[in-house]
């Protein structure tokens, strides 16, 4: 068999240009003679992914003989980012591709740049599934990703008059040639309907269930396959992405009954469930059409699953043995039942085998402590939709509450707490609650959030099953967020340490602590930094400020402050732009004092950059966003200060873009009210970038801390258990006096500084827009201790600017974070998760690399 591998494609120019040119006439259908840059990308691509599919067929060609242990990775969300450098790099195949286009007439990074974004997901929770995907492959883990393939990905950003708007994501527009469409892989997925008793002569004829369930509409799930590259292996692992499809003979029996709207709308309704992303990451909508996302791809899957696993001839009671299947979050929670309904109607399996084959398979991770963010459904709503599925919640529910009554005897009110079914008005499914009672484990994403969950969130589900719960640490691939978005630094990690193992084996990198003193490489750092805050501000002149008739000057001496992400309160964007106003109101008094200086002495010059997306219900969250791009406006354009500080709301944030703005950071902001940020990942990827940390005490922060040495860092705030207190103070009506500083940004805010032209001539004034976010801070008792922290935060501002002022300490500090972070990255928690949880081996493809 493995002689075959000899025909693999040749990695020489001319073997490349032959196939670049043949997809251009043959998989293009254009002339050789008229390429542009975007087909020379499409073709470029389908060249590469010919390369893949080698590798790709070739790992499940030896998963089907070997058969080990599978890891299915259950997600709704993959933000993934563009392909085609990722690919190139994880290939090693790079430089010749570089060289072939170049004599093609073509520079491989502007193709980059021809390439969409992938934008499957929010935000922490999608990025992290796909990091997680790059250290399967890499670690040969025999794993695969099932998620959804939506027609519209997270929504484009604009803003428009200072405020944000979206825009549908038209991802597939121009094509997408890296997946395979695998019209042979297509499942019927059920739908509405009701559940009856099987019949003697149905159980006669070999029906293995109790009962049936009548559906009244069948989704298909059609599959669309998207080959994973392991770096520098032949592992190529696959992400199997659902698109919902009308099924044929249900509209025939409509249209026949000549009911043709009612047939077409059929069809709409299930082209719809794949439609589009939810663009929340906190608030669920509780729509309808999203629990129909969440039981598609799960019922999808599972089919998939135990197709491929009846295949083996083994016994659906080693199921587990064989199949890990972990859920990214509640979403893909409904998969426990369904699994369920599979073992028990279409197996035939008895309950007490069905559920411990459930329970040994599924694993859950937690991502937020927000309320609010986690979901329940209205037992109506899924009754109506799912009929067997919320037949099955309430037997599940009921098994084991029995447990936690002979348990607890006598505690109803722990009952009550634990149910899976909250009583009510209207009963809900908690969903949480279903994930940890069919899973063997529960974990966390950093060790703060695993106390968190343990003490308060799941404490009564903590004492009943104390082994199921741990924590696995976030992680980043050190592929796409340091090799590919830096090469700069790369270069010179390269250098110093002698050779590109640290890429495959990311422990390396604390060797360079050994160099941090050294001037040369403290030059090189220097300079590496430097080429990325170029190239951010190339890309600044060349989108933002591009119809700026008077732009801001961006010196690359600056330092450049980065806080990206998604905005929402707890993350404290706003807290963030009242010190940057703070400061331009200083450098305002500070410039009275040195009147007629270009610019003002001795202060750290700033360019500050703000960006991420607001879910469009999030009134507040746009707020905040109006406010940094009326301060931005306003700052910018005062001649006094424009030197000295810059401002930046860049639009659209997205994966591509913090590929540039990570890597051109000096310091990026994680300041969260502490329990707040279940982990946060960008942390780890300014840090491995050598960009410093203002932050609290939250999160993964926490972890940074002790990796790297906390007076690394610039920490501040409350922790955890102080905004605790704090909070419960408020709660008694304890609220605390503002400090005189924010209360003097607050008076500036309310004097109208801000109102633009044209909120002015709408006769707008004082406060305006931000009328509510200036009561809320006036309160003393903001839910999000913006007052509480401010002194602390503004104190840790100005010990990064002493910090900065001093370049050789700086870097030296810089260089140490780079080789304190080995620890987080995804190589790393996934190794963890395939030791203690998935309990998988890694299964390495033999033949050439
Ligand atoms: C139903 C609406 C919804 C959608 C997405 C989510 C996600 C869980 C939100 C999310 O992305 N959480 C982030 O997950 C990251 C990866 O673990 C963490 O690093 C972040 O701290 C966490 O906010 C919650 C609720």
Redesign the pocket.
């Known amino acids: 068999l493995w002689e075959i591998l000899s025909e693999y494609q040749p990695r020489t120019v001319e073997a490349i240009q032959k196939q670049i040119v043949t997809h251009i006439e043959y998989t293009l259908a254009r002339s050789r003679f008229t390429i542009d840059h975007h087909s020379a990308y499409m073709a470029t691509a389908y060249s590469v992914r010919d390369r893949l599919l080698e590798y790709f067929n070739d790992t499940q060609q030896y998963f089907n003989e070997v058969f080990p242990k599978r890891v299915y990775y259950l997600s709704i969300?993959y933000l993934l980012g563009r392909t085609l450098a990722n690919a190139l790099t994880s290939l090693n195949i790079s430089g010749v591709y570089r060289e072939s286009l170049r004599e093609l007439g073509f520079v491989l990074e502007d193709l980059y740049n021809q390439e969409q974004d992938a934008a499957l997901g929010?935000?922490?929770?999608?990025r992290?599934a796909a990091c997680y995907l790059d250290s399967a492959a890499a670690l040969d883990l025999p794993l695969w990703g099932y998620g959804l393939r939506y027609n519209y990905g997270m929504f484009t950003q604009s803003i428009i008059e200072e405020k944000q708007s979206e825009f549908p994501d038209f991802w597939l527009s121009r094509g997408f040639p890296w997946e395979i469409e695998r019209l042979d892989v297509v499942y019927a997925v059920n739908m509405y309907g009701f559940v009856r008793k099987a019949t003697p002569a149905e159980l006669e004829d070999g029906y293995k269930g109790k009962f049936v369930w009548e559906p009244d509409m069948e989704v298909l799930a059609v599959a669309y396959d998207l080959p994973i590259p392991g770096y520098k292996t032949n592992t190529t692992l696959n992400l199997r992405l659902w698109q919902s499809k009308p099924s044929h003979d249900f509209d025939l029996m409509s249209f026949n009954r000549g009911n043709y709207t009612a047939a077409i709308a059929l069809r709409q309704e299930c082209e719809n469930i794949t439609s589009v992303l939810?663009p929340?990451?906190?608030?669920?909508q509780g729509r309808e059409l999203r629990l129909k996302q969440q039981y598609f791809f799960a019922s999808a899957s599972l089919q998939d699953i135990v197709r491929r696993y009846r295949k083996s001839g083994r016994s659906l009671l080693e199921f587990g043995q064989y199949n890990a299947i972990q859920i990214n979050?509640t979403?893909p929670a409904v998969a426990i039942p369904e699994l369920m309904r599979i073992l028990l109607d279409e197996e035939g399996l008895p309950w007490g085998e069905a559920w411990a084959v459930c329970v040994q398979t599924f694993a859950y991770t937690n991502?937020?402590v927000l309320p609010e963010?986690l979901?329940t459904w209205p037992v109506p709503v899924m009754e109506k939709l799912l009929p067997r599925i919320m037949q099955i919640i309430f037997d599940i529910n009921c098994t084991f509450l029995s447990c936690v009554r002979k348990r607890f005897p006598g505690d109803e009110s722990r009952v009550e707490r634990v149910s899976i079914i909250a009583e009510g008005h209207t009963q809900l499914v908690r969903m949480a609650h279903l994930g940890i009672v069919g899973s063997h484990a529960v974990n966390a994403?950093a060790r703060l959030h695993g106390e968190i969950i343990q003490d308060r969130l799941f404490r009564d589900f903590y004492e009943m099953f104390p082994k199921r719960f741990t924590y696995v640490t976030?992680g980043v691939t050190p592929r796409r967020w340091l090799l590919e978005c830096n090469p700069y630094l790369s270069h010179v990690i390269t250098d110093t340490l002698g050779s590109e193992d640290w890429t495959k084996d990311i422990e390396q990198l604390c060797r360079l602590k050994d160099h941090a003193t050294s001037r040369k490489l403290q030059q090189q750092w220097l300079m590496a930094k430097r080429l990325a805050k170029e190239r951010l501000i190339l890309f600044l002149k060349t989108t933002q400020l591009k119809d700026d008739p008077n732009p801001p000057t961006l010196d690359p001496n600056a330092m450049f402050v980065v806080h990206i992400k998604r905005i929402h309160e707890y993350k404290r964007q706003l807290m963030n732009i009242l010190q940057v106003l703070l400061r331009y109101l200083r450098l305002k008094d500070y410039a009275e004092l040195v009147t007629g200086t270009e610019s003002i002495p001795h202060v750290v010059p700033r360019v500050i950059i703000f960006a991420g997306k607001a879910a469009p219900a999030y009134t507040r969250a746009k707020e905040i966003i109006q406010l940094i791009v009326s301060a931005a406006r306003l700052i910018n354009n005062d001649p006094v200060t424009r030197n000295s500080l810059v401002v930046f709301f860049v639009a659209d944030y997205n994966v591509s873009k913090a590929e540039i703005l990570i890597p051109a950071a000096d310091i990026s902001e994680h300041i969260s009210t502490a329990g707040m940020?279940?982990?946060?990942?960008s942390n780890m990827k300014f840090a491995l970038n050598g960009a410093n940390i203002i932050g609290t005490y939250d999160?993964?922060n926490i972890e940074i801390a002790e990796e790297v040495g906390k007076e690394k860092l610039f920490m501040f705030g409350a922790n955890a258990k102080e905004v605790e207190d704090v909070r419960a103070a408020y709660a008694r009506g304890e609220a605390e006096t503002i400090p005189t500083d924010l209360d003097r940004v607050i008076s500036f805010i309310e004097s109208g500084a801000l109102l633009s032209k044209e909120e002015r001539a709408r006769g707008i004034t004082g406060a305006g827009a931000y009328r509510a976010i200036c009561d809320e801070m006036r309160s003393g008792t903001d839910y999000w201790l913006v007052a509480h922290d401010f002194q602390s935060y503004i104190k840790a501002q100005a010990q990064a600017d002493r910090a900065f002022a001093n370049p050789k300490a700086w870097t030296e500090n810089s260089i140490n974070l780079t080789g304190g972070m080995a620890h987080f990255s995804s190589d790393r928690s996934v190794k963890e998760y395939a030791d203690r949880i998935w309990k998988v081996k890694p299964c390495p493809v033999p033949g050439q690399t």
């Open positions: 969300e929010n935000g922490g929770l999608g992290l939810y929340d990451d906190s608030t669920p979050d979403h991502h937020t963010a979901e994403v976030n940020e279940a982990s946060g990942t999160g993964a």
